[in-house]
């Protein structure tokens, strides 16, 4: 018998593992284009929107205002604005996006005005439509101006300085460094991902030495040899955990790359502000995600590869993963929810502590007794899969299930 | 040396409840002979045959491999013996010589035994000509030519093989029976499962005959003519398979 059985195995695996084109799918494109492309691709495709909107000329339309001529020529003056001709169907107008948005000035506006009557002025919109949105932050901006203008006009009618309406300024200012504005901003997401393609990462190997081995019919092949049940797991599920770290650490790799482009990209672009936005990876940071990611990376290992081992074939433990996925991907998501904070409580839910510590960890906090709950929980609760992982091992009625 | 003693298997099927695959089966197989055992379908063969692989473990009963104990010293009894089934498939993405190098390796074989071992084996059973090529590229023959180096590499003194001709074309399945006859002559204890009787004639010094997980009869291929009357194996089958089978469906 072998004395470095785990070491033969994983050898023979890794072998196995780096000829599978899918595992350079999996394992190495996904993590290392995805973030690419999500994050420059669509940022870019953003500004470029965004941008083109913003150029646009919104086509808006009046409503009544015969009675209030100066406030209908106001309208008329700004640049901004293009006035198309009332129809009555301006409602469809706005929902075909034919006009971008509609103001209704109230019979008797400006007699009102004189007289000191309160009246409404109505903006109707395309709600959620950004170049409706633009055409009413212009009207309102016209309308508001308007409304200053005569309330100074009333104050200076009765020779009351303007200063009256701002007894006091306020100003608010952000003291807390960009990077940490950044990593409230957008370290929950980062959390999120790294689990995601942890469990990628970990998922496909998990099957493809278990219910795949089932399903070649190699598990009787394996199993006639000397090595031991446990030094069998061990090889494979040490595999199963190296592919899900090397997706975690291309991942975070990646992120890193992704950001950096990112803010050369909006500093070159003269978008500084949205530069301050973007995270710093620094060299702490990245191993202190790939560290807390590594408990989870075992948890993920050994429950994928318990579970995968029930089923006979690739696409049943497909079928058995696949809600596995919802199970991760909810504790993952509710780490991005506002208001959700570390708390020790928090930090005994797998997963979820995993990404909330992330994001903490993205802000420069770091609070080394949540972190140390966070690494020894994982851990036990990694310890605990692996040793299920062990025992289905041994059961008969599992490997040769028919 | 193969010493089976009573033998049990039972399992536990949600529809059926408890079934004995295996029911106290006894038998011995000596080295340089071969033991034939002989029964349908469903009889109990690939079941006795993965307990002695120690793949399984027995229910009740035990046995005895090499002086070692299946169910005692399972890892033991593996480096001893070599297990061939139509199940026992190979690995795709190794080559051939991958992988019997690695279970050589993970028979504990130092690495300039193996390299020996696999040169040796390679020549004898004319594999240089695909020995790089991987698994999965293979073609039946060359696949069953690689499973038999699998279980040759580290040269065991038991040799166990299960329906190993299964689905094969005759000139594979011819590669196999001379390969089981080889093994016997080296002096290996050749166990060898099969619901073909040309085979077993052709083949087995002592024929086992199993049915319903029991092993009804035992002896070499003339004692069991001469018990039963009859010169033909089929018929001899029938002959005590039949009353059994009538009694279980009254």
Known sequence: MARNAVGIVYRKEFTEWVRDRRTLISTVLVPLFFFPIIMVGFTALAVVMVGKAKEETPKIMILGGEDSPQVVEGLQKVKSLEIAPYRSNWKEQISDKEIRAAVEIPPGFQDGLEKGEVKTVKIYYYEGEMKSSFGVDRIEKFLKDYRDQVVKDRLAAKNVPTSVLTPFEIHQENVAPPEKVSGATVGGFIGYMVVLLCMTGAMYPAIELTAGEKERGTMETILSSPISRMNLVLGKFLLVLSAALATAALSVMSMGISFSALRRFNMSSGRGDAAALLLKLGPKAVASIFMMALPMAVLFSAVLMTIALFAKSHKEAQSYLTPMTFLVVIPAVASLLPGVELTPKLALIPILNTSLVCKEIMTGTYHWNSIALIFGSTCVYASVALFLAFKTFQRESVLFRS | ?250
């Open chain 2, 1 to 250: 040396m193969i010493e089976a003693r009573g033998l049990s298997k039972s399992f536990h099927d949600k529809k059926r409840g408890e079934i004995r695959a295996v029911d106290g089966v006894s038998f011995r197989c000596a080295p340089g002979r071969i033991y034939g055992l002989l029964g349908a379908n469903g009889a109990g063969k690939t079941t006795t045959l993965r307990i002695l692989a120690t793949i399984l473990e027995p229910s009740d009963g035990t046995a005895v491999i090499c002086g070692y104990d299946v169910v005692e010293q399972p890892e033991k009894v593996r480096a001893n013996v070599g297990f061939l089934s139509t199940a026992t498939a190979l690995y795709p993405r190794l080559t051939a010589q991958e992988l019997v190098e690695y279970f050589g390796r993970l028979n504990g074989l130092d690495e300039a035994t193996l390299k020996k071992r696999v040169e040796e084996i390679f020549g004898r059973l004319d594999m240089n000509g695909f020995r790089d090529r991987r698994c999965d590229k293979l073609s039946t023959g060359m696949k069953q030519k690689t499973s038999i180096a699998r279980t040759l590499v580290h040269d065991p003194a038991v040799m166990i093989f299960d329906e190993p001709t299964l689905g094969l074309d005759i000139m594979t399945a011819r590669t196999i029976t001379t390969f089981i006859r080889e093994c016997r002559d080296r002096g290996k204890t050749v166990i060898f499962s099969t619901h073909i009787m040309s085979e077993v004639e052709k083949l087995c010094d002592v024929i086992g005959i199993i049915h319903d997980g029991k092993l009804l009869t035992e002896g070499t291929l003339a004692e069991l003519r001469e018990k039963y009357g009859e010169q033909d194996l089929e018929e001899i089958f029938v002959k005590i398979v039949t009353p059994l089978q009538a009694g279980a469906e009254a």
